[in-house]
């Protein structure tokens, strides 16, 4: 009897290690996949497993902002509202873009976009700390989810290797097993490394410098918009996170960064406030086209440069600095295994869809996994994870294709390139309909912090 008991207790305890989604990685998008697989009628019996290396999720901090900010675009606010956490967010701390303008140092050319070109939000500014602890809350409400912190990944073992199934191994000695194991453990994931499959990656030599900034007494007291100026060394950001605060998402070369670093408090706001004010060395045959053309199109849509709010102090102790680079994996998926997030793409975040593009990732994945469950199949059957590899390819690809080439557009004097891409500019804020198309995309297009 007693061995009969033990024996029993060895084999619930052995299936209690199986589970059949296990997902790796505990940021933003790894929780958000656990929250939406948790929460789809369609996988209401699958369990589902988060390991997440920390010891816990970050409270966001009552007294200060993070440096750490994300632009939400409309399909993530859709997925963080179908999961349950968006109300968490607007309870917590959240800001709404009304108004984004773009502007070119090296000539007169800028756009604009206002809330009525949109018909709603161009997008919603949310620490990252926030978003993410919103998302944990809701977790913890899923019955069919469990959350292991302070698991970390040693090794893990694909059918592609001759497993039966993905078997993880954790460094505390457990072993886990499941039908589907999803990497969504960033831009170094193992999980990618033990698939096996190439990871193209382009290093730009420059790096992202943030803060969180208090804004002079005589700015707008809305503070509703997000404003960028293209530099040639790369783009300045800054996003609105009240009515007096805002953050900062500088691009520029390796060696400007650490010099920025280094800057005291006031010399750091002193530098920034020249970077959006200071004239750059422009060129009088570039200024001549642009002339020319304004003459053309006889430009009168009544818009004007409006100059950005002056910086009149940084909060101490968030500046900060991350390298910048371009990445994409060869491959999605493979036979009980796929990525998602970072672990599959890494793009500039001059355009912002670092996390817009794993929130993309999430819902696409949600959603083949449940048609894939409705139908009888198997959850890491490859021929039915190709169907979200496909679907998200054809956006992933483009993005980052789109803010590759934008980063090598703007971050060069060379002259012609210049009169290029300021006509460019220029002709699509003048011309309704194309700047109707821009808006659309735009949408997709905003800045966040990695």
């Known amino acids: ?41 369609r996988l209401q019996d699958k369990r589902v497993l988060l390991l997440e290396a920390a010891a816990g999720y970050k409270e966001p901090s009552t007294e200060q902002y993070s440096n750490r900010v994300s632009a939400i675009n409309k399909n993530a606010h859709r997925l963080m509202k179908r999961i349950g956490a ?15 303008q773009v502007w070119d140092a090296c000539s007169d050319a800028l756009i604009t976009f206002n809330y009525d070109d949109f018909s709603d939000n161009i997008s919603w500014i949310v620490e990252n700390d926030v978003l993410l602890a919103s998302v944990y809350r809701q977790l913890e409400t899923v019955p069919n989810v469990d959350i292991r912190y302070s698991a970390k990944l040693a090794d893990c073992k694909l ?10 191994h954790l460094t505390n000695g457990e072993v886990l097993t499941c039908e589907l194991l999803v990497g969504a453990d960033g831009y170094n994931s193992l999980v990618r490394k033990q698939m096996g499959v190439q990871n193209f990656t382009i290093a730009y030599n420059q790096m992202g410098v943030v803060a969180t900034l208090q804004l002079a007494s005589d700015s707008p007291v809305d503070n509703v918009t997000a404003w960028q100026r293209f530099l040639p060394t790369g783009p300045i950001a800054l996003l609105p996170l009240n009515d007096r605060m805002s953050s900062l998402v500088w691009s520029t070369s390796v060696g400007d960064a650490k010099r920025l670093l280094q800057l005291d408090g006031d010399a750091f706001v002193a530098a920034v406030n020249a970077a959006f004010s200071k004239p750059v060395a422009r060129n009088t045959f570039v200024d001549q086209v642009l002339s ?3 003459s053309l199109i006889k430009q009168s849509s009544g818009q004007r440069f409006e100059p950005a709010p002056a910086v009149m102090s940084e909060v101490q102790k968030s500046r900060a600095a991350f390298p910048l680079g371009l990445g994409h994996t060869s491959t999605y998926v493979g036979e009980g295994v796929c990525l998602i997030g970072d672990a599959a793409h890494r793009v500039h975040p001059l355009a912002g ?32 994870l190709v169907k979200y590899e496909q679907e998200r390819l054809k956006h992933n690809v483009a993005v980052l294709l789109t803010t590759h080439g ?8 060379f002259l012609p390139t210049v009169a290029l891409r300021s006509v460019g500019l220029t002709l699509t804020n003048a011309m309704p309909p194309v700047k109707l ?3 659309s995309a735009t949408k997709r297009f905003i800045y966040s912090t990695p």
């Open 1 to 41: 009897r007693n061995l009969a008991t033990v024996s029993e207790g060895a084999k619930q305890q052995q299936q209690q290690q199986h589970y059949d989604i296990i997902i790796v990685g505990g940021g933003m998008v790894g929780t958000a996949l656990a929250c939406s697989l948790g929460k789809n009628s």
């Open 406 to 413: 934008l980063q090598r557009l703007y971050t060069t004097d």
């Open 437 to 439: 198309y821009t808006c």
């Open 86 to 100: 968006w109300e968490e967010i607007e309870r917590t701390r959240i800001k709404p873009v009304l108004k984004m």
């Open 292 to 294: 020319n053309v304004h």
């Open 353 to 384: 869809q670092g996390v817009n593009l794993g929130f993309g990732d999430v819902q696409t994945l949600t959603d083949v996994l449940a048609d894939a469950s409705y139908a009888g199949l198997g959850l890491g059957t490859v021929g039915e």
């Open 159 to 168: 059918v592609r290797d001759g497993a039966e199934r993905s078997t993880v």
